[in-house]
């Protein structure tokens, strides 16, 4: 069974590519919002970890075997302040 990866992320999917291992996509909604206070580091790690768990939980939903999976993400900082795509994505629509 391949891996499965939870992120839209083309710059992941290419690294995979890259080494050769056989992977699926699966674009799971979670929100990537920044909980207050929360550093950077520890956002990140919410993120991949809820992405994976989000993905795992389609799989039982729709009675399908759980194959390994990959949830990943990557954000920005600037003194402390992270910049997610989300918010990336409001301060160009300004």
């Known amino acids: 069974m391949p891996l499965c990866l ?37 956002m990140v790690v919410r993120l991949a970890s809820g992405k994976a768990t989000t993905a795992k939980n389609w799989f039982v939903e729709h009675g399908k075997p759980v194959p390994t999976i990959l949830g990943a993400d990557t954000i920005r900082s600037t003194r402390a302040l992270p910049c997610c795509r989300a918010r990336q994505s409001r301060l160009r629509q300004s």
């Open 6 to 42: 939870a992120s839209a992320s083309p710059r992941r999917q290419a690294l995979l590519n890259q080494i050769k291992v056989p992977f699926t996509v699966l674009v799971v909604d979670f929100d990537e919002t920044r909980l207050p206070g929360e550093p950077p580091n520890q």
